[in-house]
C-alpha cells in the first residue's frame, strides 16, 4: 500500500504547485477539489491491515465534502458575485512557485530535525504534509481575493488532516468530524462574506477592505 | 634561477613605471618605451612562473629590507605560478593592443607617459601581490596594483563620470584593504609577518578570520554585494585598462582568499557553504544585471561578477567536498574554479579589447547604437564571436571547461554523498549553473547580435572601419588561445592538479589528485574529440552543401518584412526588445525601469521603447547606507571649527587621556 | 551494434514521428490529415530547389543550419545507443550533450539576428527565454537519475536503473519523465508554447526564426527540428524502458511503441491544449524546474 500512499502525497505536492503557479479561479477550485479527493482517500490507503467501516464512513465524508460541496459553494460565490476570474496575486507565479520550491525543501529538513518516534507508512507523509501547511499559509498571504484566501485555508486544513493521520493513527472520529464541520461553516460564512462584499462595494478584494478603516 | 628571474621581471616593471614618470611630457618615448617595458618585464617572468612550473616551486630566503616584522621574501609556488601566469601574459597582450588602442588619445594630447607609467606599476603590482611571501610585503603590492589602477581608470579624467567612477573605486578598495589589514593583525599576532611565521594563535578566531578575508578580498575579486566598484570602474578605464582588471586583476582577490585562509587551518562546512552561497548569488545577480545593461562594457564587467560567481561556487564545492570528506568532489570543485580562473582571464579580456576596438571604430559602446559591425569589422567581430561563445561555456572554446569541471564536481557530490552531505550543495550548484548557463547564453547573443549582425543604427556604425594592426594582433592571438585551451582542455588539467594538491593538503585533506585527474582528463578529452568531429562534420557538411548549391540559383533579396515595402534600420529588434521578457520575468528583482513611448494620434510617427537597469545593490544599499553615514558624520562637524589652538588642546587632553590609562 | 540500429533508424525514422502526431491532431479533429511520409518529401523537395539569401546576412547565416545539424546527430549519437549500451559515452556526458546543443543553439539565434529582420529578431528573445528556463529543469532531472542510478553517463545512467530502481524511487523517476516532456515541448517549439502551424509572424517563436531561410538550408533546419524531438523523445523513452529490465533485443522491440506513444502524446496535447500566452509559459517552465527538484528531494529521500 504504500506506493499508492506515496503516490497520492506526490500528487498532493504537484497540486500544490499548480495552485500556485495558476492564475484561474476556476482553475484553483478545481485543483482544491481533486486535492480534497486524494486528501480523502488517504486514509483508505494508509489502512493497510483493517479496512473498517468507520475508516470509509470518513473517507466518504472528506471526499464529499471537500471534493463536491465546497467546490460547489465557492463556484457559486463567484458565479454570483460575477466578478473577474483572476488571482490577482500580491506575489507572482514564478516567485510563488520558487517559494513552494523552498517550502518543500524548507519541510524536508525540518522533518530531518524533528524525528517523530512513531512508525510511519511512508518516508514522505510529515515532510508533505508540512508543506501544504506552508503552502496553504502563503496562499492566504500572496493572494488577493477572498476566494483564493479561502482555498488557502482548504489547502492548510488539508495539510493538517495528513498530519494528524500521519501522526495519530486512529483519528478519533469525532474530533475530525468537527475539525470538517469546522471548514463547511468557515466555507459558508466566507461564502456570504463575499457575497456581501460584493454587494456592497462591486468587487471582491479583500486588499481593498482596508480603506474601510476610520 | 626562477627567483632571480622573477626580480629581473619585476625591476623591469619597476623601470618601466619610473622612467615614463620622470620624462613626463616627452610623450613619444613613453609611447615606445612603455609597452615595450612591460611586454619585456612579461617575458622574463613568464619564463620564471614556466621554470617554476617544470622544477618545482622556489624561494628567495629572507631578505633584511628594514622593515618591521619580517624580511623580504618572494617565492613561487603551484598556487602562485597559477595566478602569475594570466597576469603576465594577459598584460602582454593588452600592452600590445594599447599601442594602437591609446593613439587617438595621443592624438588629442593626451600625456601618454603617465598612462605608461601607472600600467606598468599595475602589472608589477600584480606580480607582487602573487609572488610575496611577507603580509607586507604583499599589501605593498596590492596598494600599488589598487592606486596604478586608480589613476589608470581616472586617465580620462575630464569627463564627470570616469571621476565618480574613479571615485568609486578607491572607496570601496581601501575598505577592502581595511578588513585585509584586521586580518593580517590577526595573523600576524605571533610577531612575524612572514608566510612561514602566520598563523591563527586562537582557533576560535578562525571563523572571524574568515570572515574578513571573505570581505576585504572579495571586495577585490567582485563578489556581490561587494560588487559595486566593477560596474562603474571597468566602463570608465581605457578599455585596455579595463581587460586587464577585468581578466586578471580580480583574480588576485581570489588568490589572496586561497592564500590566506591556508593559514586558517581546516576548513568547517560553513565556509564552503558560505563560499558557495556568495558565489551562486554573484552569479545569477551578476547575469541578470549583464543581461539587463545595454552598454556594451558595463555589461562585461556585470559579466564579470557572474564567472567570479562560477569561480566561487567552485571553490565552495571543493570546500565543502574537503568538510564532508568527498575527494572527488574537493579535487573537481577546487579544478572546475582554477580553470575558470585561466579561461576567463582569456575570453573576458579579449571581450573587453574587442569592446575597445569598437569604441575606437564607432565612437560608440550603446548596443542600440550599433549594428552590422561584423561586415565592417570582419576580424573584431570573429574575435568577438569566439568570446561570446568561450564565455556562454559553450564547446569547443574553453568558457566550457571549467564549468564543464564543476558540473561534475557538483554530480560528482550527489552520486557519492552519504544522505543529504553532498548531495544538496551538488544540486544547489547544477541548478545555480544551469540557470546561469542559460541566461549568458542570452546576454551575449545579444551582445554579439545586436552590435555586430543586421544593419547599422547609427552613422557612427555604418562608417566603421576594422582597426589597426597592433588592436587585431592580440585579438587573433587570444581567440586563438581560447580555441586551443578548448580543445586542450585535458592539458590544463595537469596545470592546476599540482594546484589542487598543495590546497587539500594544506588543509589537512590529502587528495589522491592523480586518480582524480586522470578522470577529468578523460572526460575532457572526450569532449575535445566530440568537438573535434562536430567541426570536423560541419566543414563536411557546409562542402557538401557549397557544391549542391553550385548548379543552382542562389539569389540575393532583402530580408523578408512581411510585404512591408521600406523597411528601416530603426525597426530592428534592439538590446532593450530583446532582453525584455528574461528583465520582465525578474524584474521585480532587477527594477528595471521601462520607457515606453506609444504611437499616438491619427498619423503616428515617432514611437520608443528602451530599458534601464541601475544596479539594486547601489541603489537600495549603499547609496542609503553612505547618506546615512554622512548625516552621522555631519554632526562631528562642531568639532571642525578652525581654531588651532583647541585643535592643540583636543590634542593635549587626548594624550593625558592616554597616559593616564597606560599609567593608571 | 544495436546501438549502431537505434541510432541509424532514429536518423531515418526521425521525421516520421512528426508525422505521427500530425495524423494525431488530424484524427483529435475529425480530419484525415497529412500522410504520415509527407515530411520525406518536404525535404526532398527543399533539397532540390536554389535559395534566396537576404542581403544583410553574413558567413554566420551560411553556418548555422549546417551547425545546428551535424550538433543534433552528434547529439543522437549520444543518446540513441544509451538504451542498449551501458558503457557507451563518458562521464557528464550529457552536460556535454547539453553545451553542444546550447552551441547550436547560440547560433540559430544569431542567425536569427543576422537578417536584421525584427519577427526574427522576436523570436530569438523567446528562444533564449525559454532555453534559460528549461536547462536547469534538465539538469536537475539528469541529477536525480545521477543519484538513483549512481552512474555519471549516459549509458550508464540507463544501465544503473532497474526494476529495482523503479520499485524505490518510481515517482521520481516518473516526475523526472513528465519535467523532461515539459522540456520537450519547450524545446521543440511544441503547443502550449508555441504553435507550428500558425504561420503569424508575431505568434511563433522557431518558424518565426528561419523565416528567411529556404531550399537545402531550410531542409537542414527542418530535419534538425525533427531529429532533436526524436533525440527528447527518446531519453523519456529509454527512461521508461528501463523499468522492463530485459536483453537489449527487447530494448529494440519495445522502443518503436515507445516513441509512436510519445508521438501521439505530443498530438493528443496539441489537440487538447491552446496554446498558453507568451507571458504564462516562464510559469510552466518553472513549474518543470519544481517537479525535477521535487524529485530529486524525492529521490535523496527514497534511497536513504
Redesign the interface.
Known amino acids: 500500500m504504500t506506493a499508492y500512499l506515496d503516490i497520492i502525497l506526490v500528487a498532493l505536492i504537484l497540486s500544490d504547485f499548480i495552485l500556485l503557479g495558476s492564475g484561474r479561479l476556476g482553475n484553483c477550485i478545481r485543483i482544491a477539489a481533486w486535492q480534497g479527493i486524494m486528501v480523502g482517500l488517504l486514509p483508505i490507503a494508509t489502512a493497510d491491515a483493517g479496512f473498517s467501516f468507520r475508516i470509509a464512513a470518513l473517507g466518504i465524508a472528506v471526499v464529499v465534502l471537500k471534493g463536491f460541496v465546497f467546490p460547489r459553494l465557492l463556484n457559486r460565490a463567484i458565479r454570483e458575485s460575477a466578478s473577474s476570474r483572476e488571482v490577482k496575486p500580491f506575489v507572482g507565479y514564478t516567485t510563488s512557485l520558487l517559494a513552494g520550491v523552498l517550502a518543500l525543501s524548507a519541510s524536508f529538513w525540518l522533518d530531518g530535525r524533528l524525528s517523530f518516534p512513531l512508525h510511519l507508512e511512508s518516508a514522505i507523509v510529515v515532510p508533505v504534509s508540512l508543506s501544504m501547511m506552508f503552502t496553504g499559509l502563503f496562499l492566504v498571504v500572496a493572494r488577493r481575493t477572498a476566494v483564493n484566501q479561502v482555498i488557502g485555508y482548504l489547502v492548510l486544513e488539508n495539510g493538517i488532516y495528513a498530519l494528524s493521520l500521519a501522526i495519530v493513527r486512529d483519528v478519533p472520529f469525532l474530533v475530525e468530524l468537527g475539525v470538517l464541520m469546522d471548514m463547511f461553516v468557515a466555507v459558508f460564512v466566507m461564502g456570504i462574506a463575499i457575497y456581501r462584499i460584493n454587494m456592497e462595494f462591486d468587487h471582491m478584494d479583500s486588499n481593498r477592505l482596508a480603506k474601510l478603516r476610520g | 634561477m626562477t627567483i632571480t628571474l622573477l626580480f629581473i621581471s619585476l625591476c623591469t616593471f619597476l623601470a618601466g613605471g619610473l622612467v615614463p614618470a620622470f620624462l613626463r611630457g616627452n610623450s613619444r618615448f613613453s609611447r615606445v618605451f612603455g609597452p615595450v617595458a612591460n611586454v619585456a618585464g612579461c617575458a622574463v617572468g613568464l619564463l620564471g612562473v614556466v621554470l617554476s612550473m617544470l622544477y618545482g616551486p622556489a624561494e628567495s630566503g629572507s631578505i633584511h629590507w628594514g622593515a618591521p616584522s619580517g624580511s623580504m621574501a618572494v617565492g613561487i609556488d603551484p598556487l602562485s605560478a597559477l595566478f602569475a601566469l594570466p597576469v603576465l601574459v594577459i598584460s602582454a597582450l593588452c600592452a600590445l593592443h594599447g599601442c594602437g588602442y591609446m593613439k587617438p588619445y595621443a592624438a588629442k594630447g593626451k600625456d601618454m607617459s603617465r598612462f605608461w607609467a601607472f600600467y606598468n606599476f599595475l602589472t608589477g603590482g600584480m606580480l607582487l601581490v602573487t609572488v610575496a611571501r611577507n603580509a607586507l610585503l604583499f599589501l605593498l603590492g596590492w596598494e600599488v596594483m589598487a592606486l596604478a589602477s586608480f589613476f589608470l581608470v581616472l586617465f580620462d579624467a575630464g569627463r564627470e563620470p570616469v571621476r565618480r567612477a574613479a571615485w568609486i573605486y578607491l572607496v570601496a578598495t581601501h575598505l577592502g584593504t581595511a578588513c585585509i589589514l584586521l586580518l593580517f593583525s590577526m595573523l600576524g599576532s605571533g610577531g612575524s609577518l612572514d608566510f612561514t611565521g602566520l598563523s591563527l594563535p586562537d582557533r576560535s578566531w578562525a571563523g572571524a578570520a574568515f570572515v574578513l578575508a571573505l570581505v576585504g578580498f572579495g571586495t577585490k575579486a567582485g563578489f556581490v554585494p561587494f560588487h559595486v566598484w566593477l560596474p562603474e570602474a571597468h566602463p570608465s578605464a581605457p578599455s585596455n585598462v579595463s581587460a586587464v582588471m577585468s581578466g586578471v586583476m580580480i583574480k588576485t582577490g581570489i588568490y589572496g582568499l586561497l592564500r590566506f585562509i591556508l593559514f586558517m587551518g581546516p576548513p568547517p562546512a560553513w565556509w564552503g557553504w558560505t563560499l558557495l552561497g556568495v558565489g551562486l548569488l554573484s552569479g545569477v545577480a551578476g547575469v541578470l544585471m549583464a543581461l539587463s545593461q545595454h552598454e556594451l562594457k558595463r555589461m562585461l564587467a556585470y559579466s564579470s561578477v557572474e564567472n567570479i560567481g562560477i569561480i566561487g561556487m567552485g571553490l565552495g564545492l571543493g570546500l565543502l567536498g574537503i568538510s564532508y570528506g568527498i575527494p572527488a568532489m574537493a579535487f573537481l570543485g577546487f579544478a572546475g574554479a582554477f580553470l575558470h580562473v585561466l579561461n576567463h582571464s582569456v575570453f573576458k579580456s579579449l571581450l573587453f579589447l574587442a569592446a575597445g576596438a569598437i569604441q575606437n571604430a564607432t565612437g560608440t559602446r550603446e548596443l542600440d547604437q550599433l549594428g552590422g559591425l561584423l561586415k565592417r569589422m570582419p576580424v573584431t567581430g570573429a574575435a568577438f564571436l569566439a568570446g561570446s561563445v568561450a564565455i556562454c561555456g559553450l564547446p569547443p572554446l574553453n568558457g566550457f571547461v571549467g564549468e564543464l569541471t564543476a558540473y561534475l564536481a557538483a554530480f560528482t557530490g550527489i552520486q557519492n554523498g552519504a544522505g543529504t552531505q553532498g548531495a544538496l550543495p551538488g544540486i544547489i550548484a547544477i541548478g545555480g549553473l544551469a540557470l546561469m548557463g542559460g541566461l549568458a547564453l542570452a546576454c551575449f547573443t545579444k551582445a554579439f547580435g545586436i552590435a555586430f549582425l543586421g544593419e547599422p543604427r547609427s552613422p557612427g556604425a555604418g562608417s566603421a572601419r576594422e582597426s589597426h594592426f597592433s588592436m587585431r594582433f592580440p585579438l587573433v592571438a587570444l581567440s586563438l588561445l581560447c580555441l586551443l585551451m578548448g580543445l586542450g582542455g585535458w592539458l590544463l588539467v595537469g596545470l592546476v592538479e599540482p594546484v589542487v594538491g598543495m590546497l587539500t593538503t594544506g588543509f589537512g585533506f590529502p587528495v589522491a589528485t592523480g586518480v582524480h585527474a586522470s578522470h577529468a582528463e578523460s572526460t575532457l578529452r572526450y569532449a575535445s574529440i566530440g568537438s573535434v568531429s562536430v567541426i570536423a562534420a560541419v566543414l563536411l557538411l557546409l562542402f557538401v552543401r557549397s557544391r549542391l548549391l553550385a548548379r543552382r540559383s542562389v539569389t540575393t533579396a532583402p530580408t523578408w518584412g512581411c510585404g512591408y515595402g521600406s523597411p528601416e534600420p530603426s525597426m530592428q529588434y534592439t538590446a532593450s526588445s530583446f532582453a525584455d521578457p528574461l528583465t520582465g520575468l525578474f524584474g521585480p528583482a532587477l527594477g528595471t525601469g521601462r520607457n515606453l513611448a506609444s504611437p499616438g494620434g491619427l498619423f503616428p510617427d515617432r514611437a520608443g521603447f528602451s530599458s534601464d537597469t541601475p544596479d539594486a545593490c547601489t541603489d537600495r544599499f549603499y547609496i542609503p547606507l553612505f547618506t546615512g553615514m554622512e548625516r552621522l558624520f555631519k554632526r562631528l562637524r562642531v568639532i571642525q571649527h578652525g581654531r588651532i589652538n583647541l585643535y592643540v588642546l583636543s590634542i593635549v587632553v587626548a594624550l593625558a587621556a592616554l597616559l593616564a590609562w597606560k599609567l593608571g | 551494434m544495436p546501438g549502431l540500429i537505434l541510432f541509424l533508424s532514429g536518423l531515418l525514422l526521425a521525421p516520421l514521428l512528426l508525422g505521427v502526431t500530425v495524423r494525431t491532431k488530424a484524427a483529435f479533429a475529425g480530419r484525415r490529415g497529412a500522410p504520415l511520409f509527407q515530411q520525406y518529401h518536404d525535404l526532398v523537395k527543399l533539397?532540390r530547389?536554389?535559395?534566396?539569401?537576404?542581403?544583410?546576412?553574413?558567413f554566420?547565416f551560411?553556418?548555422a543550419p549546417?551547425?545546428a545539424?551535424?550538433?543534433t546527430?552528434?547529439a543522437a549519437a549520444l543518446v540513441a545507443p544509451s538504451i542498449v549500451s551501458p558503457g557507451w559515452g563518458?562521464?557528464?556526458?550529457f552536460?556535454?550533450l547539453l553545451?553542444?546543443l546550447?552551441?547550436a543553439?547560440?547560433f540559430t539565434?544569431?542567425s536569427a539576428?543576422?537578417?536584421?529582420?525584427?519577427?526574427?529578431?522576436?523570436g530569438?528573445?523567446?528562444e533564449?527565454?525559454y532555453?534559460?528556463?528549461?536547462?536547469?529543469a534538465?539538469?536537475?532531472g539528469?541529477?536525480v537519475l545521477?543519484?538513483v542510478s549512481?552512474?555519471?553517463s549516459l549509458g550508464g545512467m540507463y544501465g544503473g536503473l532497474g526494476s529495482g530502481e523503479w520499485l524505490s524511487a518510481?515517482?521520481a523517476l516518473c516526475?523526472v519523465a513528465v519535467s523532461f516532456f515539459i522540456v520537450l515541448l519547450a524545446e521543440n517549439s511544441r503547443i502550449p508554447f508555441d504553435d507550428p502551424n500558425t504561420h503569424l509572424?508575431l505568434t511563433m517563436v522557431h518558424e518565426v526564426m528561419v523565416?528567411?531561410n529556404s531550399?537545402?538550408?531550410f531542409a537542414?533546419i527542418t530535419y534538425g527540428a525533427a531529429l532533436k524531438l526524436w533525440v527528447f523523445a527518446s531519453l523519456i523513452v529509454n527512461l521508461f524502458l528501463t523499468a522492463l529490465g530485459g536483453s537489449s533485443f527487447q530494448y529494440i522491440a519495445w522502443f518503436p511503441a515507445g516513441m509512436l506513444l510519445v508521438g501521439v502524446l505530443v498530438g493528443t496535447v496539441e489537440s487538447v491544449m491552446a496554446r498558453l500566452s507568451?507571458l504564462?509559459t516562464?510559469?510552466?517552465l518553472?513549474?518543470a524546474?519544481?517537479?525535477s527538484?521535487?524529485a530529486?528531494?524525492?529521490s535523496?529521500?527514497?534511497l536513504?
Not at chain 3, 530547389?49 to 553574413?58: A, F, I, K, L, Y
Not at chain 3, 563518458?90 to 556526458?93: E, L, Q, R, T
Open positions: 533539397l530547389r536554389g535559395q534566396v539569401m537576404s542581403g544583410t546576412t553574413t554566420l551560411r553556418v549546417s551547425l545539424l551535424v550538433v546527430v552528434s563518458f562521464p557528464g556526458d552536460v556535454f553545451c553542444l546550447g552551441l543553439r547560440f539565434v544569431s539576428l543576422d537578417t536584421g529582420s525584427s519577427f526574427e529578431g522576436m530569438a528573445s523567446r533564449v527565454l532555453s534559460a528556463l528549461s536547462e536547469p534538465l539538469l536537475i539528469f541529477g545521477v543519484r549512481g552512474e555519471m518510481g515517482t516526475l509572424e523565416l528567411d531550399g537545402p538550408d537542414l507568451l504564462k516562464p510559469h510552466l518553472a513549474g524546474g519544481a517537479i527538484v521535487l530529486f528531494i524525492l535523496t529521500r527514497f536513504q
